[in-house]
């Protein structure tokens, strides 16, 4: 008999990476994207698996990072998103950055190629039809108003919603190299080998406080309906850091440790600027943490002030968009199924994770939940001790606690995993610093996720059967 196929409604990076999963452990998927039919605020192509803020996936070390052990894991369980990234790479210090176009155009093409994946461009309106037995919800951020108007109908919950800003893209050959120059932070090579992976803008404080100043009084794009509406701490636009103190920039994004101005190395800067690699050729650079929601022609002549960008094109300005996001630990069970419609499961950052490598992995999951239900086989999702695990376990109760627990955006980071005691001393008794302890804790921490994901997928019943 023909296998009923799973429909997955969303094309982005949770989506996809759900899409791939059904097929890739032999279950047919549809796949619902409803560009180009419509559009979004924030998208400009019809591309899956579209980056439309960062181009960056954030550090790729595995053993000190948790974003880097995630994208760890992810590579063990046969990541499209993350396969596609590192074939689209582009130098970024210690980070997995790629290149936008390279990279959708990759996953877009290997999903229309697989056998068992069908794409719909359609937009799904209201709830799915009765006979889709068995639906993956990864409509991200801006999920369409009829569809997250019939979700809300059916749980009765309202939704929570969070502003998410976009960063400029300058061209490179507008960058003045005689004031500018790159190197990446205490010059760490990335996944590419390359330490100088980041064109860094240095400000003294005169130029500084000028900066800050402009950035106070610059017309900001407000919207009154928005205005109730919290920021994620992972997005804020630079005017909202701004408005926190006048330090905060330099102490956040335009923090100027680890780097020397070839230009003139006996000076130290007091603030930097750094711009990261936005596509292969290297023809286009991101302003790194310039989230912004200054008006276009404001944007334009307060970021000619920094030096090395007096000129600057922009291929892109910085912009803002709405995102939405359920009460996943009151509104999903532990197989991250709704539980008014366990028909429905839900992936990406609809469900309360922040960040492309954190979407990715929740259609990770739920495409592999999917795919068991549908053969018939047990599953049972990662040890709360891996990094996949300890976001699945955020996302349904781990932070709900007490009359006055909320539920905010998350993304992974090791205070999800359970805690581990850092060691005293190193391996020849010598005693540890506590930097050092914590260095050696996340270590210890990282090493003993991909020990248990090793043991969760040799006994898991769906990989066995591959």
């Known amino acids: 008999m023909t296998m009923k196929p799973v429909h997955v409604i969303g094309g982005g990076l949770a989506g996809?990476?759900?899409?791939?999963?059904?097929?890739?452990?032999?279950?047919p998927a549809v796949l619902h994207e409803m560009r180009p039919v419509r559009g979004t605020d924030a998208h400009r192509t019809e591309g899956l698996a579209e980056l439309v803020c960062s181009n960056s996936f954030r550090s790729d070390?595995?053993?000190?990072?948790?974003?880097?052990?995630?994208?760890?894991?992810?590579?063990?369980?046969?990541?499209?998103?993350?396969?596609?990234?590192?074939?689209?790479?582009?130098?970024?210090?210690?980070?997995?950055?790629?290149?936008?176009?390279?990279?959708?155009?990759?996953?877009?093409?290997?999903?229309?190629?697989?056998p068992l994946v069908t794409i719909v461009r359609e937009e799904v309106t209201g709830l799915p039809p009765a006979d889709w037995d068995s639906v993956i919800v990864a409509t991200g951020p801006l999920t369409s108003p009829a569809l997250a108007e019939a979700i809300l109908e059916l749980t009765g919950e309202d939704s929570l919603s969070f502003f998410d800003a976009i960063a400029p893209i300058v061209h490179f050959d507008s960058i003045d190299m005689s004031k500018a120059w790159r190197q990446s932070r205490y010059d760490k090579e990335g996944p590419g080998g390359d330490a100088a992976a980041y064109i860094n803008c240095p400000m003294d404080r005169e130029q500084y406080d000028a900066f800050i100043d402009a950035l106070l009084a610059g017309p900001k794009s407000e919207f009154k309906d928005w205005e109730a509406v919290p920021y994620f701490d992972g997005c804020l636009p630079i005017e909202v850091m701004t408005e926190r103190g006048r330090e905060t920039l330099r102490h956040g994004p335009m923090k100027p440790v680890g780097l020397t101005n070839a230009h003139n190395p006996t000076v130290k800067a007091h603030a930097i600027v750094?711009?990261?690699?936005?596509?292969?050729?290297?023809?286009?650079?991101?302003?790194?943490?310039?989230?912004?929601?200054?008006?276009?022609?404001?944007?334009?002549?307060?970021?000619?002030?920094?030096?090395?960008?007096?000129?600057?094109?922009?291929?892109?300005?910085?912009?803002?968009?709405?995102?939405?996001?359920?009460?996943?630990?009151?509104?999903l069970d532990d197989r991250l199924r709704l539980k008014a419609d366990t028909r429905?499961?839900?992936?990406?950052?609809?469900?309360?994770?922040?960040?492309?490598?954190?979407?990715?992995?929740?259609?990770?999951l739920t495409g592999r939940l999917a795919a068991a239900e549908r053969l018939g086989r047990p599953i049972t999702l990662p040890p709360a001790t891996t990094a996949l695990g300890a976001l699945a376990t955020h996302i349904t109760g781990g932070f709900m606690e007490g009359p006055k627990a909320t539920f905010q955006p998350m993304n992974?980071?090791?205070?999800?995993?359970?805690?581990?005691?850092?060691?005293?001393h190193d391996g020849e008794g010598?005693?540890?610093?506590?930097?050092?302890?914590?260095?050696?804790?996340?270590?210890?921490?990282?090493?003993?996720?991909?020990?248990?994901?090793?043991?969760?997928?040799?006994?898991?019943?769906?990989?066995?059967?591959?």
């Open 412 to 424: 992974i980071n090791y205070g999800l995993l359970p805690p581990m005691e850092a060691p005293k």
């Open 61 to 114: 070390d595995w053993q000190y990072n948790a974003v880097g052990l995630l994208h760890a894991e992810m590579r063990r369980c046969g990541s499209i998103i993350l396969s596609s990234g590192d074939a689209h790479q582009v130098p970024a210090g210690g980070a997995l950055a790629v290149d936008r176009d390279g990279f959708s155009a990759d996953v877009t093409a290997r999903l229309e190629a697989h």
């Open 16 to 27: 996809s990476e759900a899409a791939w999963q059904l097929a890739q452990t032999g279950v």
């Open 274 to 331: 750094q711009l990261r690699q936005d596509n292969a050729l290297g023809t286009l650079w991101n302003m790194v943490g310039f989230q912004t929601k200054l008006k276009h022609g404001a944007q334009t002549d307060i970021f000619r002030m920094i030096p090395g960008l007096e000129n600057a094109q922009f291929a892109r300005l910085g912009g803002l968009h709405r995102n939405t996001f359920l009460n996943s630990p009151r509104l």
């Open 430 to 466: 010598r005693k540890l610093q506590p930097q050092d302890r914590g260095r050696a804790k996340k270590r210890m921490m990282s090493e003993r996720a991909m020990a248990d994901l090793e043991t969760w997928l040799t006994s898991d019943a769906l990989v066995a059967a591959e």
């Open 344 to 364: 429905l499961r839900f992936a990406g950052q609809v469900t309360g994770v922040e960040g492309y490598v954190e979407s990715a992995a929740l259609g990770l």
